[in-house]
């Protein structure tokens, strides 16, 4: 399995920005479809969007046109530049990586095989 540690979470006000990372162990990183999620409290876990091996990427209607996921194969990584932070962004972000070799990207966890531990990003209003 890929293990996976994020990082770049914080504390930040409503409007700013924050970009997270995600590094990677293995050989295959380049070959997964690379995932982020979300958990606020009190709620379920929720897909914010995703990466393929191919660079395609796919987002949740609730962040389209804020946020941009990126990889760097040479380096592993796989980031999530989150720009117009809004106070109900505020949740544990996790990383994941999936076997899929679909251009689309899969939204459903269970497409997902190997997770990070979580990255705390809170939005002050």
């Known amino acids: 399995q890929v293990q996976l540690v994020e990082a770049g979470g914080g504390l930040v006000q409503a409007g700013g920005s924050l970009r997270l990372s995600c590094a990677a162990s293995?050989?295959?990183?380049?070959?997964?479809?690379m995932g982020w999620f979300r958990q606020a409290p009190g709620k379920e876990r929720e897909f914010v969007g995703a990466i393929s091996r191919y660079g395609t990427t796919g987002y949740a209607d609730s962040v389209k046109g804020r946020f941009t996921i990126s990889r760097d194969n040479a380096k592993n990584t796989v980031y999530l530049q989150m720009n117009d932070l809004k106070p109900e962004d505020t949740a544990v972000y996790y990383c994941?990586?999936?076997?899929?070799?679909?251009?689309?990207?899969?939204?459903?966890?269970?497409?997902?095989?190997?997770w990070g531990q979580g990255t705390q990003v809170t939005v002050s209003s």
């Open positions: 293995g050989r295959t990183f380049s070959a997964q479809v």
């Open positions: 994941a990586s999936g076997a899929s070799g679909s251009m689309v990207v899969p939204i459903w966890e269970t497409s997902y095989n190997s």
